[in-house]
């Protein structure tokens, strides 16, 4: 596969999952803000009072719950698509090297964690998800617990496979050449003696 067709083929598949969860999540936070909940009939106007109180913080608490988490969400996707042209970055300077085919590869193991940093920036969302569930602000975290990570999970996967494990095989072969022209070169040197 030509390098050229591998990196428009990554972004654009990077961009179709931000642009597939800038979806989801918003039609999730709508969804969540157009559901209206029915108050209780009062017979007393100062209970009626306290219940029309009592639902403006509540959805004034929602409405800056679903805002931190829509923030949360992209701030999460964003991280992730940074963290996988970080690792691009890193790998096509690898490559660029003048090194041999081995040393890159053992440079290519060295950066692997870069590959794991969408599934650690996913493991984050989730837990700060569930601490604002426990603060007080259940709209939409639950949907930042699970988002963050399925993304993470996602991006993450498709760096390995992309670009990790594409580069490596590239790179083992450039390796296989090399170790089989050495050994024609030791077995022409073998038979001239």
Request: glycine share 8%; with cysteine; charged share 20%.
């Amino acid at each position: 596969m030509n390098i050229g067709i591998r990196k428009r083929a990554s972004i654009l598949i990077l961009m179709a999952i931000v642009f597939g969860m800038v979806i989801a999540t918003a039609l999730v936070f709508f969804g969540q803000a157009n559901h209206s909940k029915s108050l209780p009939a009062h017979k007393s106007s100062v209970s009626l009072r306290a219940a029309n109180d009592a639902s403006a913080s509540r959805n004034n608490a929602g409405a800056v719950g679903l805002f931190i988490s829509v923030v949360l969400v992209l701030a999460c996707a964003g991280g992730d698509v940074g963290f996988a042209f970080w690792a691009r970055k890193e790998i096509k300077q690898i490559c660029g090297a003048r090194l041999t085919p081995q040393m890159k590869l053992d440079q290519i193991k060295n950066a692997d964690i870069l590959f794991d940093l969408p599934l650690y920036l996913g493991l984050s969302g989730t837990v700060i998800g569930f601490l604002l569930i426990a603060w007080g602000f259940p709209d939409g975290s639950r949907t930042v617990a699970y988002l963050s990570t399925v993304f993470g999970i996602i991006v993450s996967a498709l760096m390995r496979l992309l670009m990790l494990r594409l580069t490596r095989k590239r790179l083992l072969e450039l390796c296989a050449r090399r170790l089989a022209r050495s050994k024609g070169r030791m077995s022409s040197l073998s038979d001239r003696q």
